[in-house]
């Protein structure tokens, strides 16, 4: 009796032996280095996975800062400046500080402004529908309004307004990833600087064509006439392809080309309340 | 313009079929089956096959009001479909209650935890047949006699199933030819004067239903003909090696659920390979394992665990199994 | 046993309404919009200017670029602008409008029936004349037929093809062509095979067309080297690949060309065509284009002038009905839906189709549930309810490791879905992305 607890004892011990040794040997020859900072950094990112660095997740962009020697091109769009200062920190380099930014849609053509040319029934999605015809619009440039931002959004920013057809920014929920702005096939998602209080002035239209064509098709819809280059006292204004475009950077708030606009295609949001004359004016220019 | 045309990706038609019409297409090529379980298990039959249906469409109705908060997709009648297997897979004499449990867990556990139609694994009514199989064994191999228990339900009176009584007969050192003498004849057994659960005694009814399928192309021959034919096969071969220890495959095809499995339970389309070559892989599994199973196992019938065994091995097959492509090989001619 | 192609298909209700009608002429269009870009490639050049006057069969744009075409004018008239206009997907494209007046055509074209034979020109030639007449595939495809006849170096033409399938179901205007204009047809092939120095030309036709050919099987008794093939109906048979194997039981090789199997396949309307431009130097101005409809007055087979507007078409077939769901142009499996009539007829036009509400509309999405039916019809013995949620989840590679390249569109697995699934819009996504990962990879 004794003899086979011995027997089974040795044994055990004897394969546990010869068990450990293997390991170690496995262990020894396939040991991989990784750097140590690589996780003390993937700690500071936000782990959302949402690639809007433009690296496969959250680890890979990590591994990047790591390796690189600078922060030129690499910035977490979703932590922001507070999350590369800490991996600066992690890393002991200088962080280069980067001014906020948010999604901003392009098109202003609501069920209202933008009447519908035909029906859609085929798969509710912008880039099925993109790659077969142009839209249930006559615009060939604006919303398609099926909602391929609105899925492609990770952080719950985007959602489709039902009466106005088109998806509405939560500008507090918006990371600028720019994962709206690679979902959408008609380019209309732009990452613009983002000001205190949600401030915007923007021009909400992408359509390219000749002005007449643009407002058959569209009553909001950016003309082309120039008046708000003209007026722009801080050359922040482009105008390009029949279309006016504001450069977020260079733009002061001054508000002047949102009345010079005639058919209303300027878009000003978050600001107080103007006063009524001003509020008429825009108006009788717009109808 | 007065009225906006439709834009949408082709094809602009559609073959005008629907999983409706394909499980109302099933449900009325079970008719002939119902008719003949009614036919020889009389009130028993009818009692089983309400409540399961019942049960049975209630079960997922619930579960998709209440438990997933989705849309309620009982009027695609895949749960009258399930019912009525389901019931087909027990015997007439079976507790209301039991009927009741294993619809229960056919439709709860067997389909609607793996995400509802499409997405199950197993085929929920065998499912459903196996849990009752396992947990109350002696009341599911009780088998009321046919015709004579029409009118009656619990109480009627029972005997063993042709397959069962062989085995038995085998176990007692007697030979299959002695054993043979006291079963119906292949005529009775092909019309379903025998005992046995509800659907599976009329082979008359289950190749009508078959044909019926197959006419209104709900189902290939594929399965149905491939799992019969290797049974046949299989149980052949054990026949001519020692036909005193084995039964003939005529005997083998006629009694228990190879017919009702082949033709319904094996053939379900959520649980079956989508390829053609995966199909036969699938089918001649089946046969193998329902052989295996009646004549080296204990049991004396294997269907539904064969079917069960085979259905887990469904998406390695379609993972391995593809069509040959057109365009892989180049042909000269 | 008739031919046809081994695995997969289905065969719809055929609805063939304007079959056997003759086909009729309609009155010229008061303007027409000739698009630039009727082709497969880059659009053609605008050599006309505004104010230009131009006759029938003058070269107005001309093709530069690899799969690019030469483009005329269809009637004669003044160009009164190069503008941009809807196409078909609602884009808007270059084109020429040209206000009609009178019908005068361009010197040295015969405008008139007479069927000549003139066999004594070199293959060169001949691919001369077509490349000037601007031809393209007429099935839809609108490939340019120069290009194809200039068979690559290191590879042979052996059989030309001709495709008299007409497999969608409603169109008939290749039917009506075959009846009435078989033995141009007869030319146009011994021409091609000329041009293709080929022996041996097939003529494959669906079994629907009885009379179609019978009468080809006749007129082709008398030449040489022309077989004429009955087809058992199932579509998509006029998709290339499945056509050659039908006939000649080769197969394309996954990602290859007819011609890797010494394939060259034409359809019959551009067969036609060849012959126009060889023989009666006319280039690519008009063709035959069916109108059809269940809820149509007239079903016809319109010999129509390129760049007339859809409208003018459906309004001599009788208007449009008050039912009108879908105006498609091609047929109901691969045609493409309009969003406004006023679109102009191109090349590629084979036929419009007017769709009832009830009979385009879409059913109610259900689960799938794997009744494999998708991959059982799918002609390219592909997985349709595999590759639909793969392209969904935006899964390239492993799209691309099932195949969805060779996906031929033809829709037969969205068409024979019970649950009504949108399989190929799906799947048509994914294999675009993939297509341009594929390009990128290349570059």
């Known amino acids: ?287 | 313009m007065s009225k906006l045309l439709t834009v949408s990706p082709s094809p602009h038609i559609n073959s005008n079929q629907s999983v409706e019409k394909l499980m109302f297409g099933v449900v009325i090529s079970l008719v002939p089956v119902f008719l003949a379980s009614l036919y020889f298990f009389g009130i028993g039959a009818l009692i089983i096959t309400t409540i399961s249906i019942v049960t049975c469409m209630l079960t997922e109705m619930i579960i998709q009001k209440y438990l997933l908060q989705t849309e309620i997709r009982i009027r695609d009648g895949s749960a009258i479909v399930t019912g009525l297997l389901l019931a087909f897979n027990l015997p007439s004499n079976l507790p209301w209650w039991m009927v009741v449990l294993g619809s229960v867990f056919a439709i709860g556990i067997g389909k609607m935890t793996y995400g509802g139609l499409g997405n199950n694994p197993f085929n929920p009514a065998l499912a459903g047949r196996v849990f009752l199989l396992i947990s109350f064994p002696v009341q599911m191999t009780s088998w009321p006699l046919p015709i004579t228990s029409r009118m009656h339900y619990i109480d009627a009176a029972t005997g063993a199933t042709p397959l069962g009584y062989v085995k038995e007969a085998i176990r007692n050192g007697e030979t299959v030819s002695d054993a043979m003498t006291q079963l119906p004849d292949h005529m009775q057994m092909f019309l379903g004067q025998m005992s046995g659960s509800l659907g599976e005694i009329s082979a008359l009814a289950l190749i009508i239903g078959f044909l019926w399928m197959l006419y209104k192309r709900i189902i290939t021959w594929h399965i149905p003909v491939i799992m019969v034919g290797t049974v046949y096969i299989f149980t052949g071969l054990l026949w001519l090696i020692d036909p005193s220890k084995n039964a003939a495959p005529l005997f083998h095809i006629l009694t228990g659920g190879v017919l009702l499995g082949a033709i319904y339970m094996a053939t379900d389309l959520v649980t079956s390979p989508m390829t053609k070559t995966g199909m036969v892989i699938y089918a001649a599994g089946i046969g193998i394992i329902t052989v295996v199973i009646r004549v080296f196992g204990s049991y004396p019938e294997g269907v539904s665990f064969a079917i069960l065994i085979m259905n887990a091995f469904v998406p390695l097959i379609n993972k391995y199994v593809k069509p040959s492509r057109f365009g892989k090989e180049v042909k000269h001619g | 046993m008739l031919k046809t192609f081994p695995k997969g298909g289905v065969h719809p209700p055929e609805n063939k309404l304007s079959a056997h009608l003759p086909i009729r002429q309609i009155p010229l269009p008061p303007s027409v919009t000739i698009l630039l870009s009727q082709h497969m490639g880059a659009p053609a050049k605008a050599i006309v200017e505004k104010g230009d006057q131009v006759r029938a069969g003058q070269l107005i744009a001309t093709g530069e670029g690899f799969l690019s075409g030469n483009v005329h004018a269809s009637v004669s008239g003044k160009v009164t602008r190069i503008d941009e206009v809807q196409d078909a997907s609602g884009y808007k494209r270059q084109a020429v409008f040209i206000e009609t007046a009178g019908d005068e055509w361009f010197e040295g074209i015969k405008s008139d029936d007479i069927l000549e034979k003139d066999f004594d020109i070199d293959g060169q030639e001949i691919i001369k004349r077509i490349t000037e007449a601007g031809i393209v595939g007429l099935g839809g495809a609108t490939f340019p037929s120069h290009v194809k006849l200039n068979v690559p170096r290191g590879k042979k033409a052996k059989f030309l093809v001709v495709n008299g399938v007409e497999c969608e179901p409603y169109l008939t205007s290749d039917h009506a062509l075959m009846l009435e204009k078989g033995e141009e047809i007869m030319v146009g092939v011994q021409l091609l095979k000329k041009a293709l120095n080929v022996k041996l030309a097939h003529i494959g036709i669906e079994n629907n067309k009885p009379d179609a050919i019978r009468h080809l099987k006749e007129l082709s008794a008398k030449h040489e080297g022309i077989q004429v093939h009955a087809l058992k109906v199932k579509y998509p048979q006029g998709g290339e690949k499945q056509l050659i194997r039908a006939i000649t039981g080769r197969e394309v090789p996954s990602g290859g060309l007819p011609v890797d199997v010494g394939v060259v396949v034409f359809n019959i309307g551009t067969v036609y065509a060849v012959y126009e431009a060889v023989q009666k130097n006319k280039p690519l101005i008009e063709r035959i284009v069916t109108i059809t409809g269940k809820d149509i007055k007239q079903p016809s087979n319109f010999r129509v002038r390129i760049g007339t507007p859809i409208s003018a078409l459906i309004e001599a077939a009788g208007g449009l009905p008050e039912n009108t769901g879908k105006v498609i142009m091609g047929g109901p499996m691969m045609g493409k839906a309009l969003g406004n009539s006023e679109v102009p007829v191109v090349k590629g036009t084979s036929g419009i189709l007017i769709l009832s509400d009830t009979e385009s509309s879409r059913s109610i999405i259900q689960p799938c549930i794997r009744c494999a039916k998708c991959v059982s019809v799918c002609p390219m013995c592909l997985e349709p309810y595999l590759l639909m949620p793969l392209a969904q989840q935006n899964k390239f590679d492993t799209l691309e490791a099932a195949h969805v390249m060779d996906c031929i569109e033809c829709g037969s697995c969205s068409y024979i879905c019970p649950a009504s699934r949108p399989l190929l819009d799906y799947i048509r996504q994914g294999k675009s992305s993939v297509g341009k990962i594929i390009r990128s990879r290349k570059k």
């Open chain 1, 1 to 287: 009796m004794s003899m086979t607890i011995l027997y089974t004892v040795l044994t055990l011990s004897l394969l546990g032996a010869v068990a450990a040794l293997v390991l170690y040997q496995v262990a020894q020859r396939f040991k991989v280095f990784e750097d140590p900072r690589i996780d003390l950094v993937e700690a500071e990112l936000p782990a959302a996975n949402c690639g809007g660095c433009g690296y496969a997740g959250c680890r890979n962009f990590a591994e990047t800062l790591v390796k690189s020697d600078s922060f030129d091109g690499l910035f977490c769009p979703v932590g922001g400046n507070d999350t590369m200062a800490r991996i600066a920190a992690v890393l002991g380099r200088e962080a280069v500080a980067k001014e906020a930014r948010v999604a901003v849609l392009r098109c202003n053509g609501t069920c209202e402004f933008r009447p519908r040319t035909n029906v859609y029934d085929g798969t509710k999605s912008c880039a099925i529908a993109s790659a077969i015809y142009s839209g249930e619009t006559g615009c060939t440039y604006g919303c398609l309004g099926f909602g391929d931002c609105v899925t492609a959004c990770t952080f719950d920013a985007l959602h489709m307004d039902e009466k106005t057809g088109l998806p509405v920014v939560e500008d507090d929920k918006c990371t600028a990833c720019g994962a709206c702005v690679k979902a959408c096939p008609r380019n209309l998602f732009e990452l613009r600087k983002k000001w205190k209080g949600n401030k915007k002035i923007y021009v909400a239209c992408s359509n390219e064509e000749k002005g007449g064509v643009a407002r058959k098709n569209c009553t909001v819809a950016c003309i082309g006439c120039g008046k708000c280059f003209k007026v722009c006292p801080y050359d922040a204004i482009v105008m390009k392809n029949n279309l006016a475009f504001i450069d977020s950077d260079k733009c002061k708030l001054c508000r002047k080309c949102v009345a010079e606009c005639p058919t209303g295609s300027i878009i000003e949001i978050g600001f107080p309340p103007k006063k009524e004359k001003t509020a008429e004016e825009t108006a009788s220019v717009s109808n």
